[in-house]
């Protein structure tokens, strides 16, 4: 049997950026891994401050360049602590940092057909959407293997709810508190 007959070992790959929604997806990626005996593969891209074509015309990023790879670097090693605990514990695999726009490098490292992408599909308004493409919108329509985009957990969606209160300085609705405070028996 040759080399190239040897058959690839199923990847999960994982978007992982240091967001809630990506570390969201990244425990669903070391579920989905560990069911299907799949190695975790998780991607940290990175794009200098202002994007590549920036960085060519300015002669200062050639010298960040690496500094900016440190960072990103470092930003998956906590991403992962952040979820797996100081004793990385998850599935095997390999952990990459990619430079280039995130979308497009997710999906040239999913390039095998039994690989499977998993990203974080976060809410996102209008204006946000305009503003800034989205990276799992970009995987579903450009990849050629499947696709899972993982939901925000609601607990992060209460999290930017009361950002967002408190960013505008809003008062806090207490009457759901008030309302459960109501249904809780007295203590005798």
Do not use: K
Request: proline share 9%.
């Amino acid at each position: 049997m040759s080399e190239s007959d040897v058959p690839s070992a199923a990847r999960v790959l994982v978007g992982v950026s240091g967001s809630p929604g990506s570390l969201t997806a990244l425990c669903r990626a070391a579920g989905e891994a560990r069911s299907r005996g799949a190695e975790l593969w998780p991607v940290l891209a990175w794009e200098p401050p202002g994007g590549d074509l920036a960085a060519r015309h300015s002669p200062a990023a050639a010298h960040l360049v690496q500094e900016w790879e440190r960072l990103a670097r470092e930003r998956l090693v906590a991403a992962l602590r952040d979820v797996f605990g100081s004793a990385v514990a998850g599935p095997p695999g390999q952990a990459l940092v990619a430079r280039g726009a995130p979308g497009r490098a997710l999906v040239d490292i999913a390039d095998r057909e039994n690989d499977l992408l998993v990203v974080g599909a976060g809410r996102r308004g209008p204006l946000y959407r305009a503003l800034r493409p989205s990276v799992s919108r970009y995987c579903l329509a450009h990849a050629t293997c499947p696709v899972l985009a993982v939901p925000p957990s609601p607990l992060e969606a209460a999290l930017a709810a009361a950002h967002r209160r408190n960013a505008w300085r809003l008062r806090l609705d207490t009457g759901d508190v008030e309302r459960e405070f109501e249904t809780v028996p007295p203590e005798v």
